[in-house]
């Protein structure tokens, strides 16, 4: 990679002059078309990237206040969705996934989105009786207001690329992308392609841990890799990804969420999972990196897998496009197949355009990470 013509300090003093120039990364596409990469390169300081995408790699993590005689949680429920005791006397964690037999069990996805609602959810638990916590059970009520603290973490928040999910059985495959039908009928595509964070910024070379990304409307802030962190996947001549590859997790303020960019889902034969709304900025920093931010959807690809088969390694069915795949079908061996977003372009557009005008105000901060992601990788198969 080449040095960097614009240093941090240099942006951040544009930023606090008013005078950053920032483009979504579409408009940064075509302005590079029209105008040529360098006259683009010079005209632009940042890039803003966008992911929408469903996941269940989260957890909710809240804080809860004491209770009088004090009470050690042991075992807890809140709104029916049961939760992990843990770190002390009033901390508890709920998984986001869950509800795999029945779409209409609740989970961590649907408690935070009944939360950001302003719902009031029962909360049951019981105690480990200890002479300072000699209490054993506690009912009562708990809103968005009376929950002292708490954060959505996103284990698998940003990552490079994604897939494309077809099925080789006969009938519906369901999947954690949707339902698909085969043999090799329909597609599900899990990333946006060009203007998703991890295509504009190859191995995620921003990001580490301290950075800032904008969350659901909410400042977040990189914890480091992700779960499935894969520093060295595949990649195009261009340092594209053509596989999931790296990843990060994210955390986030629970009471500066905004439900707007939050959806929460079921899939049927996988169970609960929650649709997210991720910004990223992408300081253009030299010529190199200006160039990888603006490939276009043609000079994208990802790898087609088939998800029929239960097993840790899935059949893969070579690249296809993200031209192809927006124009909904790409073919398969010789045969068409039509093929779906699993994913928000229109929500990823709109956290987006709040990152760029963030930016602009000086509503949001701007900073190279103090260090890179890890690379070790986290896919290490648990094979006997």
């Known amino acids: 990679m080449e040095p960097p013509i614009r240093s941090e300090a240099q942006l951040q003093q544009r930023q606090q002059r008013g005078d950053l120039r920032v483009r979504r990364a579409s408009a940064y596409r075509r302005l590079v078309r029209q105008e040529g990469l360098e006259a683009a390169f010079a005209s632009t300081d940042v890039v803003v990237a ?58 961590g996805a649907t408690v935070l989105d009944q939360l950001l609602a302003g719902q009031t959810l029962p909360l049951d638990a019981s105690g480990e009786a200890t002479p300072l916590h000699p209490r054993r059970e506690l009912h009562t009520d708990l809103n968005l207001e009376r929950i002292g603290a708490g954060r959505l973490l996103l284990h698998r928040a940003i990552v490079e690329n994604g897939v494309v999910a077809v099925s080789s059985a006969p009938g519906v495959c369901h999947s954690p992308f949707g339902p698909l039908l085969g043999p090799f009928t329909t597609g599900l595509y899990s990333c946006g392609g060009a203007g998703s964070i991890g295509l504009t910024m190859p191995a995620l070379s921003l990001l580490g841990p301290g950075s800032p990304v904008l969350v659901a409307g909410c400042i977040g802030w990189v914890m480091g890799s992700g779960s499935g962190h894969q520093p060295s996947p595949r990649r195009q001549a261009s340092g594209h990804a053509t596989t999931p590859g790296a990843a990060v997790a994210v955390a986030v303020d629970l009471h500066g969420l905004d439900r707007r960019w939050l959806r929460a ?60 795949l927006t124009q909904g079908s790409f073919r398969l061996r010789d045969r068409p197949v039509r093929c779906a977003p699993a994913h928000s372009p229109r929500l990823a557009e709109e956290i987006a355009q709040q990152l760029l005008e963030a930016l602009q105000a000086g509503r949001f901060p701007l900073r190279l990470p103090s260090r890179a992601l890890g690379s070790r990788s986290a896919q290490l198969p648990l094979d006997p």
């Open 50 to 107: 966008a992911d929408a995408v469903f996941t269940d790699q989260a957890s909710l993590h809240l804080s809860l206040g004491p209770s009088d005689p004090p009470i050690r949680l042991h075992s807890v429920q809140l709104g029916g969705v049961s939760g992990l005791a843990s770190g002390g006397s009033g901390e508890l964690v709920l998984p986001i996934g869950g509800g795999l037999a029945d779409p209409d069990r609740l989970s």
């Open 265 to 324: 889902a079921h899939f049927e034969g996988h169970g609960a999972a929650l649709l997210v709304a991720i910004a990223a900025p992408v300081p253009l920093l030299h010529l190199e990196g200006a160039r990888q931010a603006a490939a276009g959807a043609s000079e994208l690809e990802a790898t087609v897998l088939d998800l029929a088969l239960p097993r840790r390694v899935k059949p893969a069915f070579g690249r296809v496009s993200y031209a192809e």
